[in-house]
């Protein structure tokens, strides 16, 4: 048995936000006590989390490995590793490898690759349609048997409205949401960064926010008919999230995410043709960007997911418009949102749920809670510690972040996957057993 004592816990999903002591026996959580309280006998270790936030494991809906196809951009292990140092014990990966992740050999591949790595928990996403290219349903019944938690054609939408929604009656029946990548090719037409005077300025195709407006409007109305979950990816228009807010009013079974670098970047970051900040759906304008905000505050914004895209600096340090689109996020997201609390943007609560508690109900994972009997993933992290983001701190095979100098606040020091210590003094531990 371990306890981990003298920290505060955060735990949104059973309303916990004090002193308290947390309890681990056989990869569970035994209970949370009243610090210094319960569960008297010998404990094999006593964890002093003093000045930290004991916080459950968190979750990302929206992690891209790139294995098997892409290697040399990331793998299972290296992304899973980048996860366990942001805290991270469960990452949902997108099904954009090559192949795709149709199939159940390719699902177990990737089961296979994360329990040989060890470190974070790895839930696949299998993809919509076979080869993610919109002509066919993929096999959703052997690809959730084999594991996937959703089905998401990531990168693409679902143009064929019918095929979407035969997609989502099937995704119903089998109790599991569909991941949406909402954009609208024939109006983005190939765009670079948001469409807008800067853009203009630039000399760069811009991408129209109604590009992803028409398309979350549309899957809007087939979660309606059919009743399905629909779960929006990467939120960056004050419009999707205005019509994702009156869905949830209606009552229609929708679900939505935004990163945290829509939260805290605007389309200024590629002023200077910064590749680094190059990504999609594009970052928007400073009015855009408050209503993200306001809309995690809220609610209507349920999750805030990384969105990780690792790319070498063959395809980001080139042209701006022909660069790759993506950003890496697995190992700052957290201390981004720390930051948010810090400045009174968020609470406490409400952020360490929107990564936490709120992916997993978004999913229907049994994760994202200190509640007794749930798996043991605890992150303890300390707030308070300052430090500054740079290239040798990360641990993804590619290097692609625009975060570089800044000074982030907040950093994971332990974390217990499935109980077991994964990683201690922001020092992986070797050996044990992740599940």
Not at 214 to 229: H, N, P, Q, S, Y
Not at 292 to 308: C, R
Not at 323 to 334: D, E, K, P, R, V
Request: charged content about 30%.
């Amino acid at each position: 048995m371990i306890r981990i004592s003298n920290g505060i816990v955060v735990d949104p999903a059973t309303d916990r936000d004090g002193e308290f002591d947390v309890l681990i026996e056989d990869g569970k959580i035994l209970d949370v006590v009243p610090r210094g309280l319960g569960a008297d006998g010998d404990f094999e270790r006593v964890i002093d989390a003093s000045g930290c936030w004991i916080i459950p494991g968190l979750i990302d809906l929206h992690v891209h490995l790139r294995e098997p196809g892409q290697e040399w951009k990331e793998t299972v292990e290296t992304g899973a590793l980048a996860a366990l140092k942001g805290g991270f014990t469960s990452i949902c990966c997108m099904p954009n490898t090559e192949p795709a992740i149709d199939s159940e050999e390719v699902v177990r591949y990737i089961l296979d690759k994360a329990a040989q790595a060890n470190y974070s928990r790895v839930l696949p996403i299998g993809a919509v349609t076979k080869a993610r290219v919109g002509k066919e349903m993929a096999p959703l019944s052997e690809l959730r048997e084999a594991g996937c938690v959703a089905f998401s054609d990531d990168g693409d939408p679902v143009y064929n409205a019918g095929i979407m929604r035969r997609a989502l009656e099937w995704a119903k029946m089998l109790d599991a949401p569909i991941s949406c990548h909402e954009e609208d090719k024939d109006i983005s037409c190939g765009g670079c960064m948001n469409e807008s005077a800067l853009s203009t300025r630039l000399g760069l195709t811009g991408m129209p926010k109604v590009a992803e407006d028409v398309m979350v409007a549309r899957d809007i109305e087939l979660a309606r008919d059919t009743g399905a979950k629909v779960h929006f990816c990467h939120v960056s228009t004050a419009r999707s999230v205005e019509l994702i807010r009156r869905a949830k009013n209606d009552g229609i079974p929708v679900t939505a995410e935004v990163t945290p670098h829509h939260l805290v970047l605007t389309e200024d970051a590629v002023r200077a043709y910064d590749t680094y900040a190059k990504m999609s759906p594009p970052l928007r304008e400073e009015e855009e960007r408050e209503l993200l905000v306001e809309g995690v505050k809220d609610g209507t914004l349920d999750a805030i997911a990384s969105d990780h895209a690792p790319h070498e600096d063959d395809v980001k340090k080139i042209e701006f418009a022909e660069a790759a689109m993506g950003i890496l996020g697995l190992q700052t997201s957290l201390p981004l949102m720390v930051s948010f609390i810090e400045d009174q943007v968020l609470t406490r609560k409400r952020a360490i749920s929107s990564l936490a508690e709120a992916p997993a109900r978004a999913f229907g994972l049994p994760y994202g809670t200190l509640r007794k009997n749930a798996p043991a993933d605890i992150v303890i992290v300390d707030p308070q510690k300052e430090w500054q983001f740079e290239r040798e701190d990360v641990v993804s095979k590619s290097f692609n972040s625009p975060f570089y100098g800044r000074t982030m606040k907040g950093k994971v020091r332990d974390v217990f996957v499935q109980g077991v210590l994964r990683l201690e003094n922001e020092e992986v531990v070797l050996g044990g057993q992740c599940k």
